[in-house]
């Protein structure tokens, strides 16, 4: 049997379970046939998304699942003659979970420039009749397409994802550019700064949660958005749990706030509630923190200014400022500030600094010199010295031995 016979029967076999579209492209990338009836608005579709080009550039010879964002796939094969591809075949497109209505408006603002009301109404109705099909289903899908295109027989594992390592799952606010995965390193950085927020009790946290949120992604654990989002809320709270145990808060209470936290996640009827809850967590846990580290020899003055140095780091700080903004005599303020904590203003100023700095050094990639600046040194080279005396290495050795890099 043919190959284009062999295809037209497992497309009739399609059609009694999941009906998919099928596509065929030749090696310059142009459409010769599709079954799909909207072939003009869903191939417009397929190459704004970016897939079209990541087809067009692969010399993969494995099965290749292609993510177009709002949980939009395709499935595809290239045919080679000699090593060169002559013929590229698509299923799809497709959906991996239920769609919800933003990810769906998401889509349909990423349309092609001057589309009309009319248009996107239209594109709103095809999308919304396109099957939903889970794992098993698609990753079968893919190796018996690529069965029938090159002879191969393969395993699940043998499919390709592109972009490699992408998340069907992502979130992309513009669809016409395909953007690369995002660095592990960089993922990394922003799981630290978040767990550092957690265990110091840094109340300027909040910063760390909105650097990890565009960093951060929900996995493809299930078919459900809202359980995906869930399952990954549940381990951020197993972390935060351990985080606040290393920053003194007490085993039985961190794990109390933990697991009712985890309950509220299961009891929530929505996506954005998770989030909600999720970030009412992750502060919750921080002012815990804060607060069980908080020195109860400190009197009620020197505890608000180590709080306000903590908060202003970036600022200009001396004890005329403190005295100033607190309301305090500047020479009692020193006299009790050096008595209560064994140091000067000054050398607790330059100490939070330096703490601060590293927790950025090793949490972000942000340049030596900004992260000079935003923890209030008044140059790199002064930054430089002040943190080798107190660390016993520069900035960049600091950064290059926690990172193992």
Known sequence: MERRERIEVFLDLLSCTQPLYFWEYDSDGSLLRSTCPAEKMLDTIFRHTGCHEFLMDTQESAPILLAGGARLMWIAACEYNEKLPVRYYVLGPFFVSETCADDMAELLRARAPGTSEEWRSTLSAV?????????????????????LVTGEKVSCSAIRYLPEEQDAASNFSNLKVQTPPKDRLETYRAERALLNAVREGDLDGATAMLQASGIARVRQYTDSPLRNAQIACTTFAAICTRAAIEGGLSTTLSYSIGDAYIKSFFLAKSLSEVVDIKDKMFLDFIHRVHTCRTNPKYSKMVQGSCDYIELHLAEPLNIETLASRLGYAKYYLSTCFKKETGCSVNDYIKFARVERAKILLSTTNTSIDKIAEQTGFSSRNFFAATFKRCVGKTPAEYRRETLNV
Request: charged letters at 10%; a neutral charge.
């Open 127 to 147: 999308l919304k009749e396109l099957p939903v099909l889970s794992l098993p289903f698609y990753s079968q899908y893919a190796v018996m397409l690529h069965y």
